[in-house]
């Protein structure tokens, strides 16, 4: 069984420019996540999906992130315009409803200059 | 708010030796996650601990949860290289697959 797929796996942009990372989340798992990984720190949550449905985006920061997640399947992350501090490494990962076990992606590691 | 706390942040040991990490979570949950990262790599799970007293093994790896104490421990047993890696601890807000609140982590290296 395939696990969590993630586009690309590095990009380097400057600043002010948009970029967009694509998660495939492992078949049949109607809850995605999108994770934020700074150097040295632990993953914070930025979104949650259920099914198509964002149920929580209290940390995303959406002057400038968006998330989409149309038929409830793949999911894709936005940041329009970047910026130095976005650098970091976007996880996503997915469960089944109401299951205690998430599966992470490999990450994008995002170097904005 | 939930926060997690993992001690120590950093820890450099000996092949052969035991340890523990500690993690400590500042509210009420009944689900605690156990993560390793290997560098420029994924979270990989160990160990999901879902009641009070729970104890999970896995080779050198022994988790165990106290959740009236809030407090969950990670021991390392006589300690090989291939263990060197970043542990992170995570606990869950609230139920169902709600998002998970991490520790900072804690970065292991075992020397020979």
């Known amino acids: 069984e395939a696990g969590v797929v993630q586009s690309p796996r590095y990009k380097i942009i400057e600043k002010k420019q948009p970029v967009a990372f694509w998660c495939n989340p492992i078949s049949g798992h109607n809850t995605l996540y999108w994770y934020l990984q700074n150097l040295g720190q632990g993953p914070e949550l930025l979104i949650r999906y259920e099914n198509e449905e964002a149920v929580d985006d209290s940390q995303l920061p959406k002057d400038r992130f968006s998330a989409e997640r149309l038929k409830g399947v793949d999911s894709t992350l936005k940041i329009q315009p970047a910026e130095l501090g976005d650098s970091a490494v976007y996880l996503c990962a997915s469960s089944l409803a109401d299951s205690y076990e998430q599966y992470f992606g490999p990450g994008t590691r995002l170097t904005v200059t | 708010e939930l926060k997690v706390e993992q001690n120590p942040l950093f820890l450099s040991m000996q092949e052969g030796k035991n340890y523990t990490i500690y993690c400590n979570y500042s509210?009420?949950?009944?689900?605690l996650y156990w993560y390793r990262q290997d560098p420029g790599k994924s979270l990989e799970s160990l160990f999901v601990l879902l009641s009070n007293g729970a104890v999970k093994q896995e080779g050198r790896l022994m988790a165990s949860l106290d959740t009236k104490a809030r407090l969950s421990t990670l021991h390392i047993t006589a300690a090989v290289h291939d263990l060197s890696a970043t542990y992170f601890c995570?606990?869950?807000?609230?139920?169902?697959?709600?998002?998970?609140?991490f520790g900072k982590g804690t970065h292991l290296i075992i020397q020979p």
């Open positions: 995570a606990v869950i807000s609230g139920g169902g697959a709600d998002g998970l609140t």
């Open positions: 509210t009420t949950s009944d689900r």
